[in-house]
């Protein structure tokens, strides 16, 4: 059975937390919408996935991305991380270190929309232009109390775990690389992208969640898909962009 996953093709979104997961272990996967219309994926694929025409299990996720795994269907990055973690070797078998995982990843996801209404705080409908003056003082807010609230609270997480410190650490959960990892790497990718500034101060009271980010993006697998045309650039129509005016 093959894995394919389902994301808008021309941003890292949150689609990129699980082609990170794809990434870090090897496995094959189709990004359905950046492959050619001409094997009938492509973007149409994807629209049409959505509009619930396509495969009759009456599962349509509510929006991008989602998995399609044999008959399984899983939309909701976090959701999409608790179905992939034991199958890629990315978590640890027992069910504490899986709520765990799946705790930290949905913490991430509240900090991912946390970051994307700074430039969109009214409506995601909306340009930013339109919402500048209200995005000026979310991510005001988000960078003094939000941003690193969240970084302080990742960091107590890697302290707090020694066996994360051994092996190659520091790791979130126990003593090896789960899918958290990988998704803390983006999350800190991506505010690095946006608030460059903020980020430089905030991770230095964070020295473990840094080098945390630093030691997945020297992974060999990560080093070389970050390197790769797969690993699509940064840009201002994703979750993450870069308004120098929002960074302070
Ligand atoms: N909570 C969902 C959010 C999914 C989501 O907001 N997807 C965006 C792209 S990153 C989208 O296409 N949304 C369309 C919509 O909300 O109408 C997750 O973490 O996967």
Known sequence: ???????????????????????????????????????????????????????????????????????????????????LGPRLGLVGKSEASRLWAHQLQLTMADAVTEAH??????????????????????AHD?????????????????????AGAARGGPYLVGGRLSYADLSLFQLVDGLQYAFPVAMKRVLKHAPRVAALHDRVAQRARIASYLGSERRIAFNEDGIFRRYPELDG
């Open 1 to 83: 059975m093959s894995y394919q996953l389902y994301y808008w093709p021309s941003i890292q979104g949150r689609g990129e937390f699980v082609r990170l997961a794809f990434e870090a272990v090897g496995v094959a996967y189709t990004d359905v919408a950046r492959a050619g219309t001409a094997g009938g994926q492509g973007l149409p694929a994807l629209l049409r996935f959505l509009s619930d025409t396509d495969h009759g299990l009456g599962r349509a996720p509510f929006a991008p991305p989602f998995l399609k795994h044999g008959s399984v269907v899983v939309g909701q990055t976090a959701a999409i991380l608790l179905y």
């Open 117 to 138: 209404d700074t430039h969109h705080p009214v409506a995601s409908s909306l340009y930013y232009e339109d919402q500048k003056s209200e995005a000026l003082r979310r």
């Open 142 to 162: 988000f960078r003094q109390t939000r941003l690193p609230k969240f970084m302080h609270w990742f960091e107590k997480v890697l302290e707090r775990n020694p």
